[in-house]
């Protein structure tokens, strides 16, 4: 009798395990499926429609766009994941803190957030490594020369030349992990060395993140102001907007009936010029090389009488209200961020907070991630999604990248890839800047805690360092534009009037010779 007790106690528990694993990738499954559909969504909608629908005449193009776009779709959805990563974790974890017992919640447990980052990471690096670089040298490809042009030739150009660039980015990776780390020393041609080699690559490309991160979350603090001035008028203070659009409206139908008028080259250069000397408005405003072009200072009207049409058909409730509020949100939320991380630095110096290594088991609804409870960790997952916007906004600040910023149906293909990578290495570098700058306590999970530099102090404490510095220098020179600006302006009048006197002999009192 113990022992039929005992085989149905194995069969139970059997049979508990593969309910449990059936339930996790059905969730894992509908996790990834939304993703997909959301991310397919962003990437049609900005792909460009030539690229979208080929030529009937052209089937293998189709068919190349037709995977790149795909392999596209996969890569934005695993960046849309990883970035969402530590958001779902605290939350679950606050959700099992509050509510232990609940039957309905029971299918939440660490095998299933711990299996969450495991598969993140995997896709994660099969994108960065495999398929973003595979889909840009199959976008890229002609096929081999003395073959049938079509799909099969591309493809098989594409993937000698992946391979190629796989040999040559491990052996650099090999290369500079001998440079690290002297006891790496053992070679050994089998597959185990590139599988070993795979997670400090992805080490290696987590730093960069890190380092981008570093560059675009304070550059897009500073800039998250003017997109709010984008999408909601602020308050103009002494300004009289009616008065100034029907100056700037008298002053553009003005300047089209002088366009119109003129009768010939000469006369018409005079036309402008007597226009130019009686717009005093705008002459303020204006550099000196539009001025002197009739077609710059009609554009440059036109654009002004569009802001000015704008600010006065804004609603005052958006204009005195709405904007001062969200301008003090971000503010605070900034202010709040660089006070953390420098709360950070100092527990760190001081050795009050260990170095954010996965040090322990991992369980959830134990303890919360925050000291203030509940509201600590929800204000944790707002600033983690801070962080996020303002890494992307900086991200499309930057000069080098700026070009390929997405245009709504108007990005082709190979704009769509890049972005897909720059996304993906900032989404997954994210969740490690987040623990290195002690936004939230919450470990990293599965290979995301084992990546070997965050055992380093030196290094940690310089990115806190450097994250701090960045965003006090970026909001002091936002908030300084203007001042800097005027005072420049003043500066290099001063300094003009300077030499004009000069070289005019300076200042003539008395002309008149007495006699």
Known sequence: MDGEGTEDDDIGDLSQQFHNTVRENIIY??????????????????????DRSQDDEDDSESVVYGICFWICVFSLSIATGAALLLPM?????????????????????????????NLIFLFANTSLFILLPFAYFFIESEGFSGHKKGVSSKFKEAVVVLILAAFTVWGMAYIL????????????????????QLPFMYSCISFLGVLLLLVCTPTGSA?????????????????????????????????????????????????????????GFMSAVMPSGVETS??????????????????????KWKTNFIFPCAYVILLVLTGFTVLLVVLNTLQLLFGVKALPVQAQPFALGLSSVSVLGTWGAALEIIIIFYLMT????????????????????????????????????????????????????????????????????????????????ASILCLASKFTLAIRQELYKRLRSVFRLTITDSKSGGPQFGLGKED
């Open 29 to 50: 499954l509908i996790f990834f499926l939304t993703l997909a559909v959301c991310s397919w969504a962003v990437t049609g909608g900005f792909l460009k429609r030539k």
């Open 89 to 117: 974790s605290v939350i679950a974890n606050e959700v099992l803190l509050l509510y232990p017992k609940t039957y309905y919640i029971q299918w939440l447990n660490d095998l299933l957030i711990q299996g969450l980052w």
């Open 177 to 196: 992990a001998l440079v690290l780390s002297p006891e790496r020393s053992t070679f050994s041609l089998d597959f185990g060395i590139f599988v070993n």
């Open 223 to 279: 800039h998250l102001f003017t997109v709010l001035g984008q999408f909601i008028v602020g308050p103009q203070f002494i300004r009289n907007i009616e008065e100034e659009y029907t100056v700037a409206m008298l002053e553009l139908e003005s300047l089209k009936n002088v366009l119109k008028s003129r009768n010939g080259r000469h006369n018409g250069e005079a036309k402008s010029k007597e226009l130019e000397g009686k717009l």
């Open 294 to 315: 009739k077609v710059g200072l009609l554009g440059k009207l036109e654009q002004k009488v569009r802001e000015l049409d704008v600010l006065k058909k804004s609603s």
């Open 390 to 469: 303002t890494s992307v906004i900086g991200l499309y600040n930057l000069p080098g990248i700026r070009k390929y910023r997405p245009r709504f149906h108007d990005s082709p293909i190979s704009h769509i890839i890049y972005n897909c990578g720059y996304l993906l290495v900032l989404s997954s570098a994210l969740p490690v800047l987040a623990r290195i700058l002690g936004i939230t306590n919450f470990d990293l999970l599965g290979n995301y805690g084992k990546i070997e530099w965050l055992g380093n102090f030196y290094i940690v404490f310089l990115t806190n360092i450097i994250f701090s510095a």
